[in-house]
């Protein structure tokens, strides 16, 4: 059988796989991960229907797959949009270059475009994946250097090593390129904060990013090439390299770190409203957000009216070992209840009061859980 077809044949079983995994996490409560990408997919692309938002889960888990399937399949990496101007300043001298991209698509394919290259590469990682995964990327990039008779060198760095910079520099003045993925939870310099970050206009929200990549580009020198992966509607990947963004000397640091990182998160924003179903940001977007904070709810006590109690249907429910949690995907907040509350909230858009005492009924209300409709006496 041809590598195509062994591919496609095994991408069909993972994804049948996968949905038997995402029908269990619903039957198991398991669900989490899948609210906090709904409440960022609802702010970020309210166009899409909120019924929509597990097949998305479901599609970013299996392109998940796909990727790790596709580092088996080398032959499939070809035809990178751009890869001649790439080609054209190696052979001008014109590099290193700061390689930026995004978990989307098949985004762990990158590292063989460079590798195909002949290019020297410092590749930054999340420091969970490299303690997990750092053997692995190097067995792969050494069947990858194999396959395509390169002459390239890896190394890889954790994204809070210390002197993570002072690596960069280094390696850069020998020629090293850097692939890093721009969008990670996890950034330069340790945990995330709002410090070495800019404020983006993101698809309709205020995002923090950080901006270290770009700072790095403008102390070394080295031009931001960035890059962006999607499939095709057959599940092919696809690659893109975007024009060159190159450290401008006559800017302040900090003022060519803000403008080259909201170029890029441009391109970003630009290709996720085309494939939204690739990108696995959605699942920690919110960590990035800048959240207004909202007006108090006003103090209601409630009085028995059977028919008025609604579900409020922008809350999510999820369970975690043995315990009962609702979030509301407006705020993100999360409230544990107990286990009746839970699957009464579960069942049916109504909420049935019956055998509810007035104080929970209170505090469902007065936390958003539960409506009222005008028909409800309610004081307020």
Known sequence: MEAKNIRKEVYKEQRE?????????????????????????????????????????????SYRALQGIDTHFYSNFGGVKGADIVSKKIKEGNLPGIFVSFHLGSFRSALAFL??????????????????????????????????????DLIIFPADRKDLAIQILLKTKKNYSVLAFVDGNTGMNGDFNQKSSV??????????????????????????????????????PHWEI???????????????GDKATKEIFKILENALKVYPDQWEGWMYLHKFLLMEKKEENKTITYQQDIDALEVN???????????????????YVIIEVGKEIFMKLDQSTYFDPSNESKENITFL????????????????
């Open 313 to 331: 249907p922008n809350i999510g429910l999820f369970a975690y070992e043995d315990r009962y949690y609702v979030i509301n995907k407006d705020t």
């Open 242 to 256: 975007k024009d060159y963004i190159y450290p401008d000397s006559g800017m302040e640091a900090h003022e060519y």
């Open 115 to 152: 590798v195909q290259a002949n290019l020297d590469v410092v590749l930054i990682v999340d420091p969970l994946p490299y303690k997990l995964q750092k053997d692995e990327i190097i067995n792969q990039y050494t069947k990858i250097k194999s396959y395509f008779k390169s002459t390239s």
């Open 365 to 380: 209300l007065n936390k958003n859980i539960i409506t009222v409709n005008s028909k409800t006496h309610a004081t307020v």
């Open 17 to 61: 796989h996968l949905k038997e995994y995402v029908d269990k996490k619903w039957d198991n409560f398991e669900l989490k991960n899948y609210h906090f990408l709904s409440a960022n997919l609802s702010k970020c692309l309210p166009e899409i229907p909120q019924e929509n938002h597990k097949s998305i889960y479901h599609n970013i888990l």
């Open 199 to 236: 404020k983006i206009d993101f698809l309709g929200q205020k995002v923090f990013f950080r901006k270290g990549l770009a700072m790095l580009s403008y102390y070394t020198k080295c031009p931001l090439i960035p890059m962006v992966s999607y499939y095709d509607e057959e599940d092919k």
